[in-house]
């Protein structure tokens, strides 16, 4: 199933109508290669305004279809997600996102939080370096 068709099905059961301006942001979205910024997103399209830009990026953020990853000089860069909970390890080189799971590392965060009488209701955790490809590359 491609983004576009698996974003269609996600967003009719909420009732998401698709209007023009927001299938260009869409498409915009399907075209970018790199994880993106919402400022870059926005550079990109011109014609559509800045409110139905953020606000789209923020509905497929909610129905997981854009993961939202903070990197280390503060800024938000998105990336097309199939769903579900995930972790990321985070090029400093090229930028690129590359997603993981680990059950146990889910389970040791929720003993953690269970050891100190906390309440968990979500956690991330990222990881920064350097792609094997740009190690590759710099070796
Ligand atoms: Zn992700
Ligand atoms: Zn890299
Ligand atoms: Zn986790």
């Known amino acids: 199933m491609s983004f576009t068709e698996l974003a269609n099905s996600r967003l009719e059961t909420i009732g998401f109508r698709w209007t023009a301006p927001r299938r ?15 400022e870059e997103l926005l550079e990109s399209l011109p014609e559509v305004g800045r409110a139905t830009v953020f606000r789209t990026v923020k509905l ?30 985070i090029c400093r080189r090229c930028g690129q996102f590359t997603e993981f799971t680990d059950l146990e590392l889910d389970a040791g965060i929720q003993e953690q939080a269970r050891a100190h009488g906390f309440t968990l209701e979500g956690h991330a ?11 590759a590359a710099g070796a």
């Open 24 to 38: 260009a942001v869409l498409r915009a979205i399907e075209a970018a290669g790199a994880p993106f910024t919402v």
């Open 60 to 89: 497929l953020h909610e129905l997981d279809l854009l993961c939202r990853v903070p990197l280390e000089d503060g800024s938000i860069r998105y990336q097309l997600s199939e769903g579900g909970h995930h972790h990321h390890l």
């Open 125 to 135: 955790v990222e990881l920064y370096g350097i792609c094997a490809a740009c190690s």
